[in-house]
T-cell receptor, first 118, second 115 residues
Framework: AQSVAQPEDQVNVAEGNPLTVKCTYSVSGNPYLFWYVQYPNRGLQFLLKYITGDNLVKGSYGFEAEFNKSQTSFHLKKPSALVSDSALYFC????????????????FGQGTTLQVKP | DGGITQSPKYLFRKEGQNVTLSCEQN?????MYWYRQDPGQGLRLIYY???????QKGDIAEGYSVSREKKESFPLTVTSAQKNPTAFYLC??????????????FGPGTRLTVL
């Protein structure tokens, strides 16, 4: 079965320190990977995506993520965390099967709450 | 101002009632999606539509219905058959079947509470 795992329910980090939010995936076919952020009672905002090419992807608000095919991971990182980064983060994968229809469906992880303390 | 709108923001339903959640987009996207979000469970796909007048069940379609009569609109009806409808509902749109792979864009959500 295809799935996305975010092994940490919550990540706590001090402001100014680097942060990492982990994501691993299990799919057949070529994975296209996404990170979204959600603030309380709001929709999801797109942060970044990996489609192909450079394994290090840079996105919005200073976030970046590294695609690691051998470890089937796509961890979200930021060199220096801000209190305003505190939110719920979702990793998602879209599976593309060549030769069949691409529905655009995303599989989401369960989310990781990031808490940045001053 | 492009984007996705959902209404209402908050909705209260009595048991046995059907309610309809609105989702409109002006991004000219072919595909639209409905997700349900419960605490600690991430997002689960209810229904999706790739083109007008066509839609498919997602992972948790029981107790829900949709229509796609216009490209811009994808309303979701929560029927009385849905036993536990209290949740946060998110609508999204995207390129869908297009050869380009792009992200989905999300609306602000509707919080449904059963009284």
């Amino acid at each position: 079965a295809q799935s996305v795992a975010q092994p940490e329910d919550q990540v706590n980090v001090a402001e100014g320190n680097p942060l990492t939010v982990k994501c691993t995936y299990s799919v057949s076919g070529n994975p296209y990977l996404f990170w979204y952020v959600q603030y309380p009672n709001r929709g999801l905002q797109f942060l970044l995506k990996y489609i192909t090419g450079d394994n290090l992807v840079k996105g919005s608000y200073g976030f970046e993520a590294e695609f690691n095919k051998s470890q089937t991971s796509f961890h979200l990182k930021k060199p220096s965390a801000l209190v305003s980064d505190s939110a719920l983060y979702f990793c998602a994968v879209r599976v593309v099967h060549y030769g069949s229809s691409n529905t655009g469906k995303l599989i989401f992880g369960q989310g990781t709450t990031l808490q940045v303390k001053p | 101002d492009g984007g996705i709108t959902q209404s209402p923001k908050y909705l209260f339903r009595k048991e046995g009632q059907n309610v309809t959640l609105s989702c409109e987009q002006n991004l000219n996207h072919d595909a639209m999606y409905w997700y349900r979000q419960d605490p600690g469970q991430g997002l689960r796909l209810i229904y999706y539509s790739q083109i007008v007048n066509d839609f498919q069940k997602g992972d948790i379609a029981e107790g829900y219905s949709v229509s796609r009569e216009k490209k811009e609109s994808f309303p979701l009806t929560v029927t009385s058959a849905q036993k536990n409808p209290t949740a946060f509902y998110l609508c999204a749109s995207g390129l869908g079947l297009a050869k380009r792979v792009g992200e989905q864009f999300f609306g602000p959500g509707t919080r449904l509470t059963v009284l």
